[in-house]
Structures are given as structure tokens and as C-alpha cells.
């Protein structure tokens, strides 16, 4: 089985920081994309950001220049850091990655979510 496991949510003013970090255990044989949604009340599960096995990163419209991926391929590890939050950034955000167990199998697998609250 494979787990992935977020940390890092909390409860930030607007204009601060927070960084999100998640790392994937289990029967991995290794990992495709991997990526940050949100959900906000009400709303459907979003995109917020996302990096390929190669660094290829691709973000939503609302988050560019302001929140960054990045991955540690050795350490099964995604984090996103963001900056300049925003109170419609709050919301549970959701780790997630594309990944092949043995046998050379692939499937999505999710986190749990960490809740992020941007107060004005």
C-alpha cells in the first residue's frame, strides 16, 4: 500500500506565509506527477500546483508568482511554499501523486488534506 501524508496547514493573517510539505511511503516503485488541490467550501477540488518526474511544474492562474512546488525525487517528498496568501486561499489542501507500486502498476493516490485558513 502507499500512504501519503501532508503537513504544514495552519491558520496565517493575509500577506503571510505557509509551506506545505508531503512525502509518500509504502510499495513504491517510483512516482510520476505529483501535486497540491484544494478544496474550499462549497467549491469542487481544484488544481493548485503540480511537478513531473523531469521538475515540470504547472500551476493554477490564481497562484502563479505566489505559491512554488518543488520535489525531492530521493525522498518521496513534494512541499509548497506560499507566499502573499490571500483569505480565498483558505481551504483543505490535498496532496497527491501518480504512482507505479510492483507490480508495474499506476494509480492515484491522495493524501489526507491539511486544512490552510488565511484570515484578513
Known amino acids: 500500500q502507499v500512504q501519503l501524508v501532508e503537513s504544514g496547514g495552519g491558520l496565517v493573517q493575509a500577506g503571510g506565509s505557509l509551506r506545505l510539505s508531503c512525502v509518500a511511503s509504502?510499495?513504491?516503485?517510483?512516482?510520476?506527477?505529483m501535486g497540491w488541490y484544494r478544496q474550499a467550501p462549497g467549491k469542487q477540488r481544484e488544481l493548485v500546483a503540480a511537478?513531473?518526474?523531469?521538475?515540470?511544474?504547472n500551476y493554477a492562474d490564481s497562484v502563479k508568482g505566489r505559491f512554488t512546488i518543488s520535489r525531492d525525487n530521493a525522498k518521496n517528498t513534494v512541499s509548497l511554499q506560499m507566499n502573499s496568501l490571500k483569505p480565498e486561499d483558505t481551504a483543505v489542501y490535498y496532496c497527491?501523486?501518480?504512482?507505479?507500486?510492483?507490480?508495474?502498476?499506476?494509480?492515484?493516490?491522495w493524501g489526507q488534506g491539511t486544512q490552510v485558513t488565511v484570515s484578513s
Open positions: 497527491s501523486g501518480r504512482i507505479i507500486t510492483t507490480p508495474l502498476r499506476t494509480d492515484d493516490y
Open positions: 509504502g510499495n513504491i516503485f517510483s512516482i510520476n506527477a
Open positions: 511537478v513531473n518526474s523531469g521538475g515540470r511544474t
